[in-house]
C-alpha cells in the first residue's frame, strides 16, 4: 500500500470536495425507498442507475473538484444543462454519499504544521477498532487506516514540531492494547492528491 497517496495536498489553495469513493465505484447500497426519492431526469436526460453515476454525474463532480464554490448556473453553462437539474442531481449525490462534505484544502506547512509522520501500529487481537477509535479522536490525526500486513492499523498525523510527534508516539505507544509502533517521518512531499479523480 502506498499510503503516501492518500495524503492530504501540501500546495493546492482551492476549495475541495469530499467524495465517498465505494459509490463511485458502483458499491452504494441505495435502498429501493432511497431511489424512490431519487431526482427525476428532465426531458432529454439520461440518468444512471443508483449503482453508478452517468456522464452528468460526472461531469459536475470533476468541476466541483476543480472549484467547489463554482456556482450552479456556472455549472449548469459548462454542462449544458438547467441550473435546477444541476442542484438536483448535487442534492442527490449529496443524498446519495457521493459526495460527502466540501472544505477547503489548505497547505499545511503554512499554518505551522510541519512535521508529517506516518505511524504502524500492531493491536492486541480483538480490540483493534477499540484503539482505532480512541487514536482517531485525537484532532491532529487525519487517517486511521485497518490495513493488512505486518502492521494492524497505519495512522497519519499532522504535528507542528518533533517534540510534539515525540510526545504523540509515547503517549500512542503507552495505549491499553497498543502492542508496538513503527514511526516514518515525511521528509519531501512528491505528491499528494486528496481528491477522487474521475
Known amino acids: 500500500m502506498n499510503i503516501y497517496k492518500l ?4 500546495t493546492v489553495h482551492m476549495a475541495g470536495i469530499l467524495i465517498f469513493c465505494g459509490t463511485l465505484f458502483g458499491t452504494s447500497r441505495t435502498t429501493d425507498a ?19 453515476l452517468d ?7 470533476r468541476l466541483l473538484n476543480s ?8 455549472i449548469s453553462k459548462e454542462v449544458d444543462a438547467s441550473i435546477s437539474t444541476v442542484s438536483n442531481r448535487i442534492r442527490r449525490l449529496e443524498e446519495d454519499g457521493v459526495i460527502s462534505g466540501y472544505v477547503p484544502l489548505l497547505n499545511e506547512s503554512k499554518l505551522g504544521f510541519d512535521v508529517l509522520a506516518v505511524v504502524g501500529v500492531k493491536i492486541h487481537k480483538g480490540k483493534l477498532l477499540e484503539v482505532q477509535r480512541r487514536i482517531a479522536k485525537d484532532e491532529r490525526v487525519t487517517h486511521v487506516y485497518d490495513v493488512t500486513g505486518e502492521w494492524d492499523s497505519i495512522v497519519v498525523v499532522r504535528l507542528r514540531t ?25 521528509l519531501n512531499v512528491v505528491k499528494e492528491e486528496r481528491r477522487v479523480l474521475l
Open 162 to 186: 518533533t517534540r510534539e510527534l515525540d510526545a504523540f508516539i509515547k503517549r500512542l505507544g503507552s495505549m491499553e492494547y497498543v502492542e508496538n509502533t513503527y514511526t516514518q517521518v515525511v
Open 67 to 74: 472549484d467547489a464554490r463554482k456556482s450552479f448556473r456556472d
Open 7 to 10: 495524503l492530504a495536498s501540501e
Open 55 to 61: 456522464d452528468l454525474d460526472v461531469r459536475i463532480v
Open 34 to 52: 432511497q431511489s424512490e426519492h431519487s431526482v427525476r431526469p428532465e426531458d432529454g436526460e439520461t440518468m444512471a442507475s443508483s449503482e453508478g
